[in-house]
């Protein structure tokens, strides 16, 4: 009985159609990432990213009323979004889903292209799971923004050779470099690349054709984000933002080697192994791209300085399919029925989503609503009881300015971890100098009538001793605990 249920439900792989498959990958991302739909936030950097989209749609550029460290693209997808629907959730997270489903496509049409579409199509749902569980990735981060223009950018390069093809990947390859600066490095080693098949090969025009077009693509996209800050007398808040700060973050704020290692370690095991194994192709020129790029990929870490879990968004389409390649080849994979096996790790691995779900629905039952998080329930505590929402600090939670339609005290405030980023100061023309300086103008000057921290956490990361030890005596000193929400604690400043 089990196994005709596995069969049944296996795909015809010969008869998939293009159309079919995007629509597969589509409802598998939508029903592992739809209970997500309803949390106030998933990871703090999209909250920044939204309160960064208002600003834009409010009229105010990137960089001017807001400050954060992300490239413009970032932001235009969230102001867009709140363009378009309004202040909506869900339709944030709905074209978070899209996104994925974009990414996971062109990885099933790369795998098809050099493989087969049994297993372009395996390492597409591979590409979903690995964007939308294990960590903060059922949010919409930039790395999802970036990897659905670097991928079909990619599948381009693969299977297109006329020049109009390698211009609409520029394009898209420059899409992803200013969703993501660090995709700078990638695409590098991709021209480079390109350009020396064409040197070895003696083809000067077509090489100098080929990135004439490609080179253009990119360079016009960053043209057009700059332009707006050119237009409007600001061409220098954009270089200082876009280019010079995150050039200063990552010398300032760099993890250990040790941290990034195993990472680099594994992929390399993988390589040597395939290599030594005959499990890939090294001289074919799919094979060569797809490892171009997973190298720029781990150059733009170690350039970086860390390997934070959502980075991994922008690592797992490529070398799915370089590892779905590899393990096709082994023998005990090509001879075992891996089916049933494979059938109930499917039906396992969202459990993160099963618990989601169920933690939707309950809160529907006790709360009425199906929306969940101190993001919504400490505004919504705060408006019942009449408190300030004018002069207002999240230190936690801080989609709740969005939610109570409010700006954040100043623009370092955006991030609450940006306000201890003081090596970023001078990129946004900030007059304090120090996270210290910045911490009494919010308290001492600006004086928030209403506050809200983490309950039972550190306000700042616990290097931040100096700040911690600061703010912690200033609020025992000049605020008391006026409510208790969940997880949050609402803070009234004493007459």
């Given at each position: 009985?089990l196994r005709?249920v596995?069969?049944s439900l296996t795909p015809k792989?010969?008869?998939?159609?293009?159309?079919?498959?995007f629509i597969?990958?589509?409802?598998?991302?939508?029903?592992i990432?739809?209970?997500?739909f309803f949390r106030?936030?998933?990871?703090?950097d999209?909250?920044?990213?939204?309160?960064?989209?208002q600003?834009?749609?409010?009229?105010?550029?990137?960089?001017?009323e807001?400050w954060?460290?992300?490239?413009?693209?970032t932001?235009?997808f969230?102001a867009s979004?709140?363009y378009?629907f309004?202040?909506s959730f869900?339709a944030?997270?709905?074209l978070?889903?899209?996104?994925?489903?974009?990414?996971?496509f062109?990885t099933y049409?790369?795998g098809?292209?050099?493989s087969s579409?049994?297993?372009?199509?395996?390492?597409?749902m591979?590409?979903?799971?690995?964007?939308s569980?294990?960590g903060?990735?059922?949010?919409?981060?930039?790395?999802?923004?970036?990897?659905?223009?670097?991928?079909?950018?990619?599948?381009?390069?693969i299977?297109?050779?006329?020049?109009?093809?390698?211009?609409?990947?520029?394009?898209l390859?420059?899409?992803?470099?200013?969703?993501?600066?660090?995709?700078?490095?990638?695409?590098?080693?991709?021209?480079?690349?390109?350009?020396?098949?064409?040197?070895?090969?003696?083809e000067?025009?077509?090489?100098?054709q080929?990135?004439?077009?490609f080179?253009g693509?990119?360079?016009?996209v960053i043209f057009?984000?700059?332009l707006p800050?050119?237009?409007?007398?600001?061409p220098?808040a954009w270089?200082?933002?876009?280019?010079?700060?995150?050039?200063e973050?990552?010398?300032a704020r760099?993890?250990?080697?040790?941290?990034?290692?195993?990472?680099?370690?594994?992929?390399?095991i993988?390589f040597?192994?395939?290599w030594k194994?005959k499990?890939?192709?090294?001289r074919?020129v799919?094979?060569?791209i797809?490892?171009i790029?997973?190298?720029?990929?781990l150059?733009?870490f170690?350039?970086?300085?860390r390997?934070?879990s959502?980075?991994?968004?922008q690592?797992?389409?490529?070398l799915?399919?370089?590892?779905?390649?590899?393990a096709?080849k082994?023998?005990?994979f090509?001879k075992f029925?891996?089916?049933?096996y494979?059938?109930?790790?499917?039906?396992?691995?969202?459990l993160?989503?099963?618990?989601?779900?169920?933690?939707?629905v309950?809160?529907?039952?006790e709360?009425?609503?199906?929306?969940?998080?101190?993001g919504?329930?400490?505004p919504h505590?705060?408006?019942?009881?009449?408190m300030d929402t004018q002069?207002?600090?999240?230190?936690g939670?801080h989609?709740?300015?969005?939610?109570?339609?409010?700006?954040p005290?100043t623009?370092?405030a955006t991030?609450?971890?940006?306000?201890c980023?003081?090596?970023l100061f001078p990129?946004y023309d900030?007059?304090r100098?120090?996270?210290?300086?910045?911490?009494?103008?919010i308290?001492?000057e600006?004086?928030?009538?209403?506050?809200v921290v983490?309950?039972?956490r550190?306000v700042?990361?616990?290097?931040e001793?100096?700040?911690?030890?600061?703010?912690?005596?200033?609020?025992?000193?000049?605020?008391?605990?006026?409510a208790?929400?969940?997880?949050?604690?609402?803070?009234?400043?004493?007459?």
């Amino acid at each position: 009985m089990l196994r005709k249920v596995i069969t049944s439900l296996t795909p015809k792989y010969h008869k998939l159609k293009d159309k079919s498959v995007f629509i597969l990958l589509f409802g598998t991302s939508f029903f592992i990432r739809f209970p997500f739909f309803f949390r106030d936030y998933i990871d703090r950097d999209e909250s920044t990213f939204i309160l960064m989209g208002q600003s834009w749609v409010d009229g105010y550029l990137p960089y001017i009323e807001l400050w954060d460290l992300k490239p413009p693209i970032t932001y235009l997808f969230f102001a867009s979004s709140i363009y378009v629907f309004g202040k909506s959730f869900l339709a944030i997270r709905f074209l978070g889903t899209l996104l994925v489903a974009i990414t996971a496509f062109f990885t099933y049409k790369i795998g098809k292209e050099i493989s087969s579409k049994k297993l372009g199509f395996w390492a597409a749902m591979l590409c979903v799971v690995l964007q939308s569980l294990f960590g903060s990735l059922q949010g919409v981060m930039s790395e999802h923004i970036c990897m659905a223009f670097f991928m079909p950018g990619l599948y381009l390069l693969i299977t297109r050779e006329k020049l109009f093809w390698a211009g609409l990947s520029g394009i898209l390859m420059g899409l992803a470099i200013m969703t993501k600066l660090n995709m700078a490095y990638v695409v590098l080693l991709l021209g480079i690349y390109f350009l020396y098949r064409y040197i070895k090969r003696r083809e000067y025009p077509k090489g100098i054709q080929f990135s004439f077009f490609f080179a253009g693509g990119i360079v016009m996209v960053i043209f057009l984000n700059i332009l707006p800050y050119i237009i409007t007398g600001n061409p220098e808040a954009w270089w200082k933002s876009v280019i010079l700060a995150p050039l200063e973050y990552t010398d300032a704020r760099r993890y250990s080697i040790l941290k990034m290692a195993p990472t680099f370690l594994l992929i390399g095991i993988f390589f040597y192994c395939s290599w030594k194994k005959k499990l890939l192709n090294f001289r074919a020129v799919a094979i060569e791209i797809l490892v171009i790029a997973v190298l720029g990929i781990l150059l733009s870490f170690i350039k970086g300085g860390r390997i934070n879990s959502h980075y991994l968004i922008q690592l797992h389409p490529v070398l799915i399919v370089l590892v779905s390649i590899a393990a096709g080849k082994i023998s005990i994979f090509q001879k075992f029925d891996y089916r049933p096996y494979l059938f109930f790790l499917t039906l396992m691995l969202p459990l993160e989503s099963y618990l989601e779900y169920y933690s939707v629905v309950r809160n529907k039952m006790e709360r009425g609503t199906f929306f969940n998080g101190e993001g919504f329930t400490v505004p919504h505590y705060i408006i019942n009881n009449q408190m300030d929402t004018q002069n207002i600090l999240f230190l936690g939670y801080h989609i709740g300015y969005w939610v109570l339609d409010v700006k954040p005290p100043t623009k370092a405030a955006t991030h609450p971890s940006n306000i201890c980023r003081d090596e970023l100061f001078p990129f946004y023309d900030n007059p304090r100098s120090s996270s210290l300086q910045e911490l009494q103008h919010i308290l001492e000057e600006i004086q928030p009538k209403t506050i809200v921290v983490r309950k039972n956490r550190l306000v700042f990361d616990k290097k931040e001793v100096e700040e911690n030890e600061y703010i912690d005596a200033y609020l025992k000193k000049h605020y008391e605990v006026f409510a208790t929400v969940d997880k949050a604690e609402v803070l009234k400043r004493l007459q």
